[in-house]
Nanobody, 125 residues
Framework: QVQLVESGGGLVQPGGSLRLSCAAS???????IGWFRQAPGKEREGVAC????????YYADSVKGRFGISRDNAKNTMYLQMNSLKSEDTARYYC???????????????????WGVGTLVTVSS
């Protein structure tokens, strides 16, 4: 069965940290991996993406310097380290993987082929 399963979400206070994991099963993570999020009433947005093919790394301006994306090919798992969390980071976070990306939109959902079901992150005191 082909699936991506996220874990690591939860409730955290402002200024805190969380590490999200996304394990792939039934297939191998593709060249491009990404984390996306969707807050209530808002569109899904690309948070962080990286391409193993050419080294492209993208971070949304709102998370630069606070979030870090990585992958462990041996474990077929990707991660999102989130530090200095803010209330506006509250959202459901999704992992995704695909073969390529649009150079004009390097972290766009259209470029992804497989998606996880998401994990909820709530930043609140």
């Amino acid at each position: 069965q082909v699936q991506l399963v996220e874990s690591g979400g939860g409730l955290v206070q402002p200024g805190g940290s969380l590490r999200l994991s996304c394990a792939a099963s039934g297939f191998t993570l593709d060249y491009v991996i990404g984390w996306f999020r969707q807050a209530p009433g808002k569109e899904r947005e690309g948070v962080a993406c990286v391409s193993m093919r050419d080294g492209m790394i993208y971070y949304a301006d709102s998370v630069k310097g606070r979030f870090g994306i990585s992958r462990d090919n041996a474990k077929n798992t990707m991660y999102l380290q989130m530090n200095s969390l803010k209330s506006e980071d509250t959202a459901r976070y999704y992992c995704a993987t695909g073969q390529g990306y649009d150079i004009h939109y390097p972290c766009h959902s259209n470029g992804m082929d497989y998606w996880g079901v998401g994990t909820l992150v709530t930043v609140s005191s």
